[in-house]
């Protein structure tokens, strides 16, 4: 039983370039995050995806796309890469409703933009 | 516009002795509430929650304050350990499935 994994733990890319974070969850669980992380903000929601199928827009969604593959993985897509968007990004599902109401995460992808 | 604050960034406390970190919201509508820790190089993991329809929530060496008149919570680490050094955030929900964090608290516990 992995959790929440993530894929790549590290990237550096460059202004213009894209790539995907990828996403997976063991635990059956309905809801998918992505969030990101920078010194002295938090932890800030982009998209979510509260069922196999949907998706919605967070606090700061712009820059990203996300596609909900299935009920297990949920990848997050920066189609022209910025320096701004150099930071620490989070992955996290959750079973809101069920037993527990807290949301559990991965283990982040560092991104640096040049 | 923050809906969650906490306020102190930083905190050192010796090893033994009582750990308060505290969290301000502003959004009314929040109803419940958790605490995550953080250490380095890693996702955040669960700590503890409460609902807004109690006070006080206890569990082991943790317990989580909610004054819903100051719009304030807070959660206190007792003994407080090494290994509890970490960054803590608070966190709040208003809408199901969907959580507003913190900024963040570093908590330093030295021997």
């Known amino acids: 039983n992995a959790g929440v994994t993530q894929t790549p733990k590290f990237q550096v890319l460059k202004t213009g370039q894209s790539m995907t974070l990828q996403c997976a969850q063991d635990m059956n669980h309905n809801s998918m995050y992505w969030y990101r992380q920078d010194p002295g903000m938090g932890l800030r929601l982009i998209y979510y995806?509260?069922?196999?199928?949907?998706?919605d827009k967070g606090e700061v969604p712009n820059g990203y796309n996300v596609s909900r593959l299935n009920k297990r993985e949920f990848s997050l897509r920066l189609e022209s890469a910025a320096p701004s968007q150099t930071s620490v990004y989070f992955c996290?599902?959750?079973?809101?409703?069920?037993?527990?109401?807290?949301?559990?995460f991965g283990p982040g992808t560092r991104l640096t933009v040049l | 516009d923050q809906q969650v604050k906490q306020n102190s960034p930083s905190l050192s406390v010796q090893e033994g002795r009582i750990s308060i970190l505290n969290c301000d919201y502003t959004n009314s509508m929040f109803d419940y509430f958790l605490w995550y820790k953080k250490y380095p190089a890693e996702g955040p993991t669960f700590l503890i929650s409460i609902s807004s329809i109690k006070d006080k929530n206890e569990d082991g060496r943790f317990t989580v304050f909610l004054n819903k008149s100051a719009k304030h919570l807070s959660l206190h680490i007792v003994p407080s350990q090494p290994g509890d050094s970490a960054v803590y955030f608070c966190a709040a929900s208003a809408v199901v499935d969907k959580l507003i964090f913190g900024t963040g608290t570093r908590l330093q516990v030295f021997p």
């Open positions: 996290a599902s959750s079973d809101w409703g069920g037993t527990l109401n807290e949301q559990f």
């Open positions: 995806s509260a069922s196999e199928g949907t998706t």
